[in-house]
């Protein structure tokens, strides 16, 4: 498994924006699909974004599309989470989790990874 550390997450205004990263140490992190979730006061984890091994592919929640953008850096051992336009519902624990399989595909699932970062507050006020 890699170890996983997220940062970045705060208190911003709706409508404002946040930029999460994810620091993966271990392992390469190019050997990882990378996924971000996110778990809201009272909720289940929910998939927001995911992200395939070169960085070829990105997938995305409804919720979030066009609002939130995945990124990469190999290089760095790092993945990133932009977040736009941030609504009070966005407010949650944001976790990066990553998945070893060779192909990216069943990325909305939790099950899917086998690492998890320890979650970074994002709180919106509205």
């Known amino acids: 498994q890699v170890q996983l550390v997220e940062s970045g997450g705060g208190l911003v205004q709706a409508g404002g924006s946040l930029r999460l990263s994810c620091a993966a140490s271990?392992?390469?992190?190019?050997?990882?699909?990378m996924g971000w979730f996110r778990q809201a006061p009272g909720k289940e984890r929910e998939f927001v974004a995911a992200?395939?091994?070169?960085?070829?592919?990105?997938f995305y929640a409804d919720s979030v599309k066009g609002r939130f953008t995945i990124s990469r850096d190999n290089a760095k051992n790092s993945v990133y989470l932009q977040m736009n336009s941030l609504k009070s519902e966005d407010t949650a624990v944001y976790y990066c989790?990553?998945?070893?399989?060779?192909?990216?595909?069943?990325?909305?699932?939790?099950?899917?990874?086998?690492?998890w970062g320890q979650g970074t507050q994002v709180t919106v006020s509205s």
């Open positions: 992200i395939s091994r070169s960085g070829g592919s990105t």
């Open positions: 989790a990553g998945d070893p399989t060779f192909y990216i595909g069943s990325y909305y699932r939790e099950g899917t990874y086998d690492s």
């Open positions: 271990g392992r390469p992190l190019s050997s990882y699909n």
